[in-house]
């Protein structure tokens, strides 16, 4: 069975970067059909899309974020990653890693990460 | 950007009601939707794909059905686990890109 896991600080100072990693066990992530997204939801808010990858490389963005989001994968390690930067106190969500094909069937638990100095 | 109008924001019903929701989109997505269940504190599950199909070991009370910009979620007879909050999304081709409707919280009348 897949599994997801969100790991990375989950106190940011603001103006600074967001980085978090998403460790893939379970099963390869080399199947060519799917990508690896991050999706992110603020306290008691609805879902936001953040990006996609695949592992060809191939970023997706969500356009209101592309100039902060960086999206990286590493196959061998089985990780991808989400970079956020000059992050403020609205950036303050939980966030979802997450493997798409055409949508998103497999989730991470989540991890909150809170934005303040 | 495609938006998704999900509605009502709230639906109050009872155990063993039928729950119908709504998902409207901002220009044609064919059949290109998505149904999401979130109950709290947990990740969103994948209910329906493709506007129409359930996904793996979904019950059959849920249906979808809809294309181009409108799509229902059925709920034929609520159980309790069913209270929860139900998001749509799009996968459209054209602008590439993924979007998530604003979510109804079905709850407990």
């Known amino acids: 069975q897949l599994q997801l896991r969100e790991s990375g600080p989950g106190l940011v100072k603001p103006s600074e970067t967001l980085s978090l990693t998403c460790t893939v066990s379970?099963?390869?992530?080399?199947?060519?059909?799917?990508?690896w997204g991050w999706i992110r939801q603020p306290p008691g808010k609805g879902l936001e899309w953040i990006g996609t990858?695949?592992?060809?490389?191939?970023?997706y963005y969500n356009p209101s974020l592309k100039s902060r989001v960086t999206i990286s994968v590493d196959t061998s390690k089985r990780q991808f990653s989400l970079k956020l930067s000059s992050v403020t106190a609205a950036d303050t969500a939980i966030y979802y890693c997450?493997?798409?094909?055409?949508?998103?069937?497999?989730w991470g638990q989540g991890a909150l990460v809170a934005v303040s100095s | 950007e495609i938006v998704l109008t999900q509605s009502p924001a709230t639906l109050s019903l009872s155990p063993g009601e039928r729950a119908t929701l709504s998902c409207r989109a901002s220009?044609?997505?064919?059949?290109?939707l998505a149904w999401y269940q979130q109950r709290p504190g947990q990740a969103p599950r994948l209910l329906i794909y493709?506007?129409?199909n359930r996904a793996a070991d979904i019950p059959a009370r849920f249906s979808g059905s809809g294309s181009g910009t409108d799509f229902t979620l059925t709920i034929s007879s609520l159980e309790p686990e069913d209270f929860a909050v139900y998001y749509c999304?799009?996968?459209?081709?054209?602008?590439?890109?993924?979007?998530f409707g604003g979510g109804t919280k079905v709850e407990i009348k």
């Open positions: 999304q799009q996968r459209n081709i054209w602008p590439p890109g993924l979007t």
């Open positions: 997450a493997r798409r094909y055409h949508y998103f069937n497999y």
């Open positions: 220009q044609n997505i064919n059949n290109y």
């Open positions: 493709d506007a129409s």
């Open positions: 379970g099963a390869s992530m080399s199947g060519t059909s799917y990508h």
């Open positions: 990858i695949h592992n060809s490389g191939n970023t």
